[in-house]
């Protein structure tokens, strides 16, 4: 039997980086994966490619979408047992030079994309008594970053969201958890400098920077029963050893 057999799995940000690779991960574990994110053809290629049920648009940003992306999913499966929550941005800037549409952008995406994929997802696992919530947070939201203080605090923000929806809903049989991992090899990343690069990986224990698919074994564990079943509020770390909480 594999660890997700027949679970139904709706993937924000899944047509690129860590959100892929947790949903190639799920499929492989015998989930049934839907694809949401704002790039609705990369999301139905990428789905054709990894053996998924589909894609599905939606701009984590807008309440309206969300709501409406969530309920086709649901009707479309009967069910959502597992939230994936990895739609991100990620731009820098130091504070004094920030144009506060910058900031307004990532709070959006980052964080409040978060509340509105679980205020309309949950719901749905509350009423079964059976779910998993899994938010991908960042490093960053626990030790900070230069020039990312846009990202840090949006980031930070789904940590304690993280914790304090689990204290609401484990009760009813929804876990809800996130994922901080350090730096990883995606698109999101590609963009950095090379020199930027090379100094970071000179401060990570491990020297190097980790890939998708060693993030997405951790995604597979707190969907998992009874692999995930205790954990509760968790911050799971995946990050080369660069902060150890
Ligand atoms: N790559 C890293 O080093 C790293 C480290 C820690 C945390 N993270 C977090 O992991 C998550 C995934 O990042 P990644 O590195 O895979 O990036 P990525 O750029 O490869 O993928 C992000 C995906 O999110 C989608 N997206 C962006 N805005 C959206 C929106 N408004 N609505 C719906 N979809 C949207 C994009 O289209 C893309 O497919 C993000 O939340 C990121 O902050 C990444």
Redesign the pocket.
């Known amino acids: 039997m594999r660890a997700l057999e027949n679970r139904i799995a709706l993937v ?2 899944g ?5 892929r690779a947790i949903a190639e991960a799920y499929v492989r574990e015998g989930a049934h994966v839907v694809i949401a ?3 609705a053809l ?1 999301a139905a290629s990428v789905a054709a490619e990894i053996g998924a049920d589909g894609g599905v648009e ?4 807008d309440a309206a979408r969300v709501e409406a992306g969530v309920a086709e999913t649901a009707r479309r499966f009967g069910r959502i047992d597992v939230l994936v929550n ?5 731009t820098e800037s130091p504070l004094v030079e920030m144009d506060p549409a910058m900031w307004a952008e990532t709070i959006a ?2 964080l409040i ?1 978060v509340f509105l994929c679980c205020r309309y997802t949950v719901p749905l696992m509350v009423e079964r008594g059976w779910g998993r919530v899994i938010n ?1 947070a ?2 960053l939201g626990i030790k900070g970053g230069r020039s990312l203080t846009h990202y840090a605090a949006a980031k930070a923000g789904v940590i304690g969201f993280t914790k304090s929806l689990a204290l609401e809903v484990a009760g009813q049989g929804v876990l809800v958890n996130a994922i901080a ?4 090899e ?4 590609a963009g950095i400098t090379e020199e930027w690069k090379a100094a970071k990986r000179t401060e990570l224990p491990l020297g190097r920077f980790g890939t ?1 698919a060693e993030v997405a074994p951790t995604a597979v564990l707190l969907a998992s029963d009874p692999g995930g079943n205790l954990y509760v509020g968790q911050t799971l770390g995946p990050n080369s050893g660069d902060v150890m909480p």
């Open positions: 924000t940000g047509a690129s980086g860590i959100g994110d704002r790039d990369r939606i701009d984590v940003t990895s739609a991100g941005i990620l995406v980052d994309g991908i960042s490093q991992p350090g730096p990883i995606t698109p999101m990343v998708p």
